[in-house]
């Protein structure tokens, strides 16, 4: 596989699961001819899917999915300043918008629980979910304090 | 209740309240389950009516039917696009316009079936010689309604690709606007600098578009499935160019 973003292929080396899932495959058949490979945002779109339809099937949180959530959550702290026209720029919008949203999404329409991600999203992490909350004028379970919440409405 | 009626390349597919036989048939025939309520079942027929040929020059007796009261701007108001949507092909709302439409129904079966000039002749559908505002007028209801995400239900999507990629494009129960990422990029080009979270969503509705139209293009999609998919893809579409943009907090410019 080729990939536009070096951050993804480190991504997809830390997680040889989702390197051999099919929703991968079926985004690098769509994508992988790009000029420069197949673009990070169709990776975590292909990394929502994994997340979603296999790991959060099951009850408990395994290794893994754990490990997939701190390291997004890692990689947006250490982003999240960068300009989008940069590789960590596009790779935090990747984050942000084809993964993060995207889980939250999935939660309102019932397909995943965002409670799973919760515990290990900081700051930053926290910060875009609740901007997309702002944006929607949905709020995500856990992620707002009453209070919080009634402020944004108010405005 | 609804009675189709049907259209060639000339002219329209789309329903008529009248009797519900044809259209139940019509259901059974796609294997559908017959619902009058829902915008799904608008929508594509109004999709259809914008994306049928409709000649250029002014006076030309063609394919439209609009409806003054549906094309003020509905701003936050889904359900009464829909609602007004649901009547555009009942056929009897006030100004609707209906010209060169074939009609199948009880009254009229046999009638000059898919020919340019054969009319409605019940409710207060009449023959109109449309012009270019008639289009226009049609292009905004068209583009309203897809604006509205009401008529998406992913949980009525039975390809699960498609439904995946509907998933991610929408929140549901968005109170402001449809809460899709067609929406996000509508404000970004609309408004300088206004990044929802300071992110842009070109790339992510880019990406949908491609993965939308590969699902199209190679996927056996049920009737219901290949309706939603082209909508969520005009949708996204919408956001280049100088398209319409109603969903949001900006009036409408037209």
């Known amino acids: 596989m080729v990939f536009a973003n070096k951050y993804t292929k480190i991504l997809i080396d830390s997680f040889s699961g989702f390197g051999k899932c099919s929703y991968l495959l079926d985004a690098y058949g769509i994508h992988g001819a790009d000029e420069g490979g197949i673009n990070s945002h169709a990776v975590f779109s ?39 026209d940069t590789l960590e720029g596009d790779f935090d919008n990747a984050i942000c918008t084809c993964f993060l949203e995207n889980l939250i999404n999935r939660d309102s329409s019932g397909n995943y629980d965002f409670n799973r991600i919760l515990p290990y999203l900081n700051e930053k992490s926290k910060e875009y979910c609740k901007a997309w909350d702002k944006f929607t004028g949905v709020r995500s379970p856990g992620l707002w304090a009453d209070q919080e919440w009634d402020e944004v409405n108010q405005t | ?24 048939k019509h259901c059974e025939r796609l294997g559908i389950q017959p619902d009058y309520t829902k915008p799904l079942f608008a929508a594509p027929m109004l999709d259809k009516i914008v994306m049928s040929p409709i000649p250029d020059t002014l006076g030309e007796t063609v394919a439209v039917t609009a409806l003054t009261a549906a094309t003020k701007p509905v701003l936050f108001a889904g359900k009464q696009v829909f609602k007004t949507g649901a009547k555009l092909f009942a056929g009897e709302a006030a100004g609707a316009k209906v ?20 009319g409605y002749g019940g409710g207060s559908s009449v023959i109109k010689q449309a012009n ?26 039975s390809n699960p690709k498609l439904k995946n990629i509907v998933d ?87």
Not at chain 2, 4 to 22: H, L, Q, W
Not at chain 2, 99 to 118: D, F, P, T, Y
Request: glycine share 6%; charged share 25%; with cysteine.
């Open chain 1, 46 to 84: 292909a990394l929502t899917d994994y997340v979603t339809e296999v790991l959060a099937k099951n009850v408990e949180l395994s290794d893994e999915e754990i490990k997939i959530y701190k390291f997004v959550d890692n990689c947006r702290t250490s982003y999240a300043n960068s300009s989008e």
């Open chain 2, 1 to 24: 209740m609804f009675a189709p009626i049907r259209a060639t390349k000339d002219s329209v597919t789309g329903y008529f309240e009248k009797d519900n036989v044809a259209y139940l």
């Open chain 2, 132 to 157: 270019s505002q008639d289009r226009l007028q049609l292009e905004k209801l068209s583009t309203q309604l897809r604006q509205q995400a009401n008529w998406v239900n992913p949980s009525e999507i």
């Open chain 2, 168 to 254: 991610d494009l929408y929140r549901p129960n968005a109170k402001i606007g449809s809460g899709s990422t067609a929406d996000a990029v509508r404000i970004e080009l609309k408004i300088d600098n206004l990044k929802v979270g300071g992110k842009s969503h070109k790339i992510k509705a880019e990406n949908s578009i491609r993965s939308i139209t590969d699902i199209l293009e190679n996927d056996l999609l049920s009737a219901h499935d290949r309706m939603i998919a082209e909508n969520v893809r005009l949708d996204l579409l919408d956001y280049l160019g100088e398209k319409l943009w109603y969903s949001q907090t900006n009036t409408p410019k037209f």
């Open chain 2, 99 to 118: 010209a060169g439409v074939a009609v199948e129904s009880g009254m009229h079966k046999g009638g000059n079936l898919g020919k340019v000039g054969a």
